[in-house]
């Protein structure tokens, strides 16, 4: 009989999570993004040299890039935004092919150089290719500020999926309840990267988008330096209650 009795207890209790109402909740994104004028840049340059012997071209590449960062450096950059961001070098072999031995050795190697005043970039720019580099792979226009902006942009990210949770259930005569779950997607930000082989990343929609950090009167230069958008995208779960604040 005990036995029995359980089993029928069992029975009814998974009778009863089956039928049991589930939680109801609403699912919004809300994102934000802020355009703000950069104020600093990366610059990406390159020194190549080939020769015939591996130590002459390696002797070689070392030289231009001491003469590269000698002059950086009596610019005004600083130790700590230089950086050798990779090298390498590769075999060249004789027009027709391995076969008919080796022409030279072609060594390459890469600088990352951080511009704290991006209305110095041209002249940095020029500066690296009379010095040394003879590569101009591209730069990147950034903000010092990225913490600030971000902060900023989040918080009306958090503000857009409110509002576009309380529309969506104000449609369907209810509202929303407390948060069940917040996760952060995207954050960060995009802009032009100049690059011959790259673009920037493309301007994706928004909920909310602010102008900020306007420019000065300095002189216009080569590279105009426009603007950036810092962007930031929040998930919000929220519980779905009646009007009258008892879940359906």
Not at 6 to 27: E, G
Not at 50 to 77: C, E, M, P, Q, Y
């Amino acid at each position: 009989m005990l036995v029995t009795a359980l089993l029928l207890t069992s029975s009814l209790l998974a009778q009863s999570a089956a039928y049991a109402p589930t939680s109801r909740t609403v699912n919004v994104t809300g994102e934000a993004v802020e355009y703000v004028t950069p104020d600093e840049a990366v610059l990406r340059v390159g020194v190549e040299t080939f020769a015939a012997d591996l130590a002459a071209s390696t002797s070689a590449n070392d030289a231009r890039g001491g003469d590269l960062v000698k002059a950086l450096h009596g610019a005004g950059i600083e130790e700590k935004d230089i950086q050798a961001d990779h090298a390498d070098l590769e075999i060249v072999y004789q027009r027709d092919g391995i076969a008919q031995g080796i022409a030279g050795y072609r060594m390459r190697r890469a600088y990352s150089v951080t511009v704290r005043d991006v209305h110095k970039l041209d002249g940095i720019v020029r500066l690296a290719l009379k010095s040394g580099a003879n590569h101009l792979d591209g730069y990147e226009l950034q903000t010092s500020q990225l913490r600030k902006y971000r902060d900023a942009v989040r918080k009306r990210a958090i503000a857009a999926a409110r509002e576009k949770g309380e529309a969506l259930a104000a449609e369907l005569g209810c509202r929303i309840g407390d948060p069940v779950s917040i996760s952060e997607g995207y954050y960060g930000w995009f802009g032009n990267r100049g690059s011959w082989s790259s673009g920037g990343m493309n301007v994706m929609s928004q909920n909310a988008a602010f102008a900020g950090g306007a420019g000065g009167g300095s002189e216009p230069a080569a590279t105009p330096i426009g603007q950036i958008g810092v962007r930031a995208q929040i998930t919000v779960v929220f519980d779905l209650v009646t009007r009258a604040g008892a879940p359906r």
